[in-house]
Antibody, heavy 116, light 116 residues
Framework: EVQLVESGGGLVKPGGSLRLSCAAS????????MNWVRQAPGKGLEWVSS????????YYADSVKGRFTISRDNAKNSLYLQMNSLRAEDTAVYYC?????????WGQGTLVTVSS | QPVLTQPPSASASLGASVTLTCTLS???????VDWYQQRPGKGPRFVMR????????SKGDGIPDRFSVLGSGLNRYLTIKNIQEEDESDYHC?????????????FGGGTKLTVL
């Protein structure tokens, strides 16, 4: 069974940093592109970043470019999102999702709240 | 990049049928769109991909035969027949666009389906 479990969310002050993790199981992690997608409270989905299976290709939404860094460790079956210079508008549930679009499996999400 | 437009809400009675619409912006009539179901408090679940020729690839895991898609012009439709209580969800459409430094994934605002 494919499982994606996000962790690392929490309350952080504006300008602060946070590192999200996504633990993958039930499939050959190193064979799949992975993604981060977020959802602000009561809003729709917003793509954040994607990384190819070998980390050769990395893409970011303009809204996070230069502040967020996506990475992965195929030996640990894990995906990461380093978030720096956080803003109030980054407040959202962050989902990791598998696939080179469409994203065929998603986690349950981890909530990031940016507030003073 | 394309813009995806969805009506914010829809409703249907138990056992009836409903068709949800995702409309691509002008000039993107050849684009495929992905449908995702999001039950309250849960992560999104891939339903299926649709192009002008209908379904592209396979349905997501566990998606019942009651769900079908159609594509025409700029519109991508998701039809649910014999609606059940568990179908009450937010339905999001998404599309990937471009390559290299221009790669983005865009989503519509989502449609909240209420089962009466």
């Amino acid at each position: 069974e494919v499982q994606l479990v996000e962790s690392g969310g929490g309350l952080v002050k504006p300008g602060g940093s946070l590192r999200l993790s996504c633990a993958a199981s039930g499939f050959t992690f190193s064979s799949y592109s992975m993604n981060w997608v977020r959802q602000a409270p009561g809003k729709g989905l917003e793509w954040v970043s994607s990384i190819s299976s070998s980390s050769s290709y990395i893409y970011y939404a303009d809204s996070v470019k230069g502040r967020f860094t996506i990475s992965r460790d195929n030996a640990k079956n894990s995906l990461y999102l380093q978030m720096n210079s956080l803003r109030a508008e980054d407040t959202a549930v962050y989902y990791c999702a598998r696939g080179d679009w469409p994203a065929d499996y998603w986690g349950q999400g981890t909530l990031v709240t940016v507030s003073s | 990049q394309p813009v995806l437009t969805q009506p914010p809400s829809a409703s249907a009675s138990l056992g009836a049928s409903v068709t949800l619409t995702c409309t691509l912006s002008s000039g993107y009539s050849n684009y495929k769109v992905d449908w995702y179901q999001q039950r309250p408090g849960k992560g999104p679940r891939f339903v299926m991909r649709v192009g002008t020729g209908g379904i592209v690839g396979s349905k997501g895991d566990g998606i019942p035969d009651r769900f079908s898609v159609l594509g025409s012009g700029l519109n991508r439709y998701l039809t649910i027949k014999n609606i059940q209580e568990e179908d009450e969800s937010d339905y999001h459409c998404g599309a990937d666009h471009g390559s290299g430094s221009n790669f983005v994934v865009v989503f519509g605002g989502g449609t909240k389906l209420t089962v009466l």
